[in-house]
Nanobody, 112 residues
Framework: QVQLVESGGGSVQPGGSLRLSCAVSGFFVSVAEMSWYRQGPGKERELVAAITSVSGTTTYADSVKGRFTISRDHAKNMVYLEMNSLKPEDTAVYYC?????WGQGTRVAVSS
C-alpha cells in the first residue's frame, strides 16, 4: 500500500526547533522526488522544501532557506524536515508529498 504518514508536529516557542518525519510505504524514497508543503491559516498550500530522487539535490522556499533542512534515510525509508529558528509565520499544517501522493499532515504551531 502506497502511503505517507507524517509525525513530529507540535507547539513550540519562537526560536525553537522541531523535526518532522514522513514514513513512506509502497515505494522507496531513494528513487522518488519527495517534498514538504505547508498550509497556514487562511493561506494557500505552498512548497517548503524538496529533494530530488537520484542526486538528492535540495531546494527550499525563500522563507525557510537557512533554517529548514530536508533529508532522507534510505535504510528507514523516511524523509525528514528539520526546522530551526521557528517563527510564528511558520505555523501551518505540514504535508509530505511524492507525485500525487499526500500524507494526512502534521500541525506545527509557533507562538509565545
Amino acid at each position: 500500500q502506497v502511503q505517507l504518514v507524517e509525525s513530529g508536529g507540535g507547539s513550540v516557542q519562537p526560536g525553537g526547533s522541531l523535526r518532522l518525519s514522513c514514513a513512506v510505504s509502497g515505494f522507496f524514497v531513494s528513487v522518488a522526488e519527495m517534498s514538504w508543503y505547508r498550509q497556514g491559516p487562511g493561506k494557500e498550500r505552498e512548497l517548503v522544501a524538496a529533494i530530488t530522487s537520484v542526486s538528492g539535490t535540495t531546494t527550499y522556499a525563500d522563507s525557510v532557506k537557512g533554517r529548514f533542512t530536508i533529508s532522507r534515510d534510505h535504510a528507514k525509508n523516511m524523509v525528514y524536515l528539520e526546522m530551526n529558528s521557528l517563527k510564528p509565520e511558520d505555523t501551518a499544517v505540514y504535508y509530505c508529498r511524492s507525485a500525487n501522493i499526500w500524507g494526512q499532515g502534521t500541525r506545527v504551531a509557533v507562538s509565545s
